[in-house]
């Protein structure tokens, strides 16, 4: 929202050894929430993330960016294990979420991707009304005994995705009936519905119109009240306007970390400075 992206940055000496190997900028962040020490991701033979080290913060939106093929969405799904999905997919290190061992071999899949909730590039209704949209998740993670705590759980949930309005008087129409940005909506409300702590969201306005896009935004910066929320984006205007940090990836890497503000106006690295002023990428 404050940031511009400079094209005059004053380039300052190539740092290569930040504080954890090969990262420059500050890996932690103030009260976090998330941690993730040396971690590595395969697929089959393909090293596709290389000894990663990242604190996510409570309450911060940190945007992750970098070329097409650096490794963003693997690194996101790395957070709710949804890369376990993925036959040929390896992945070691530590990751902690509240201090719990997301990887370890106790942890319930189904229950950790309702905490870590994922809001995906292309808005997935499930073929059902709006209102079983929002309630199916509740329902099947019991968190509500009568309709009527169902009733309030689906119109609360809309209501902090910023669709109660707009869909109140049709919640039993179907959801793949809305715009595509009332649909993006309504699959944060869904992921909002099982009381997530954190939401990852990869490129979630990569199929929405501006308009659609600057809501989507606008929520992003009111949910950051509560949440903690992770966002691979293209855009660096996006990551500027609704980021707190941002971590730049190449190659498998996490080159830089840090304030927005600082990335885009002063990166720390050669390969962040050449991307964000378009050189690369
Ligand atoms: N399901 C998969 N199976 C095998 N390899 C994969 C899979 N998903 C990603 N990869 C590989 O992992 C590497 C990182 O891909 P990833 O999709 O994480 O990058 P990205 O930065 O999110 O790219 P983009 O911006 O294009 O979405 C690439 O080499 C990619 O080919």
Redesign the pocket.
Known sequence: MKTLISKNISVKPLNLQGEMGATVGSIHADNPRITCRNVNVF??E?H??QDINLDIGTNEVISLI??????????LRCLNRMNDT?E??RVNGEIKIDNVDVYSKHMDVVPLRAQVGMVFQKPNPFPKSIYDNIAYGPKIHGLASTKAELDQIVESSLRKAGLWDEVKDRLHQPGTGLSGGQQQRLCIARTLSVEPEVILMD?PCSALDPIATAKIEQLIDELRQRYTIAI?T?SMQQAARVSQRTAY?HL?KLIEVGKTSDVFTNPLHELTQDYITGRFG
């Open positions: 697929y089959g393909n596709a993330i970098g070329p097409s093929g650096c490794g963003k969405s693997t690194f993925v040929s997919c490129e691979v293209h990836f498998g």
